[in-house]
């Protein structure tokens, strides 16, 4: 199933780089770590760098219950963007430089949930997406820890992707000239694991872990 764009989230320049297909937005979902929540407050716009989890049908974040995300804003209505990079794009001219990426946009009303199993879902999926297997791997969110943390679901009804992919586009005339133009691919990897000083002899690296270097 696709999510339908609503006006605002109908992407106008270039849209044959859109797509409001439900796979796409889950894939870029998967891939991506780090969501900008974007609130208007009465002291103005900010955007806020998050960690989250996602399922079908919701995003979720999760703060301190001090933070700003349901007591300052408007209505409750926030836009998260998750943006993966997969390349700069090297033109013949300036003015054709571009990125390959793909990115998207998602907004909504947030809503606090409530219930210490909804909760604790919620924050299992935001780990998860991080470091699949983890959660399995690790103890559990105590009723304390879950109470102590504000979790927010954002539905994905309203989202849309964008994706630029391929060469760089150049004007015909441009294509005589000498300069250099290509693309130069960009990858996230994980680099070699530092244990915590205070970790007990004889814990191997997990295997969930290695799985993520190996990538
Ligand atoms: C990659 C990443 C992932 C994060 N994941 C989470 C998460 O999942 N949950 C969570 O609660 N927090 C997360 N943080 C921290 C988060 O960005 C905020 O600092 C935190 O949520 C407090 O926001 P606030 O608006 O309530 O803070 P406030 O202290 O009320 O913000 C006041 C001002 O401080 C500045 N400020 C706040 N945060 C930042 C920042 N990150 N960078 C620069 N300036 C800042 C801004 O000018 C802001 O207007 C993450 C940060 C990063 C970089």
Known sequence: MNHEPSERTTIK????????DKDTV?????????AHVGL????????????????????????????????ESNNNHICATI?????????????HHSMNYR?????????????????????????ENL???????????????IKSTLVLKLPINEASAKIRLGPPVDDDEDHLLDTWAGVLPLKISFGKPEPDPLLRNGIEIPEHVSALIQQ
């Open 40 to 71: 208007t407050t009465n002291t103005g716009v900010v955007v806020i760098p998050m960690t989250y989890g996602f399922d079908e049908t919701n995003l979720y974040i999760h703060g301190s219950p001090a933070s700003r995300l349901l007591k």
């Open 83 to 95: 943006t993966i990079l997969d390349g700069l794009v090297l033109a013949r001219s300036l003015f």
């Open 13 to 20: 320049r270039i849209p044959e780089r859109s797509s409001y």
């Open 131 to 145: 470091i699949p297997g983890r959660v399995e791997n690790t103890r559990s969110n105590s009723e304390k820890e």
């Open 26 to 34: 889950q894939s870029i979902l998967t891939e991506g770590m780090v």
């Open 103 to 127: 990115s998207l946009v998602v907004m909504g009303e947030a809503e606090k949930i409530e219930e210490t199993d909804q909760k604790e879902y919620a924050l299992d999926l935001i780990v």
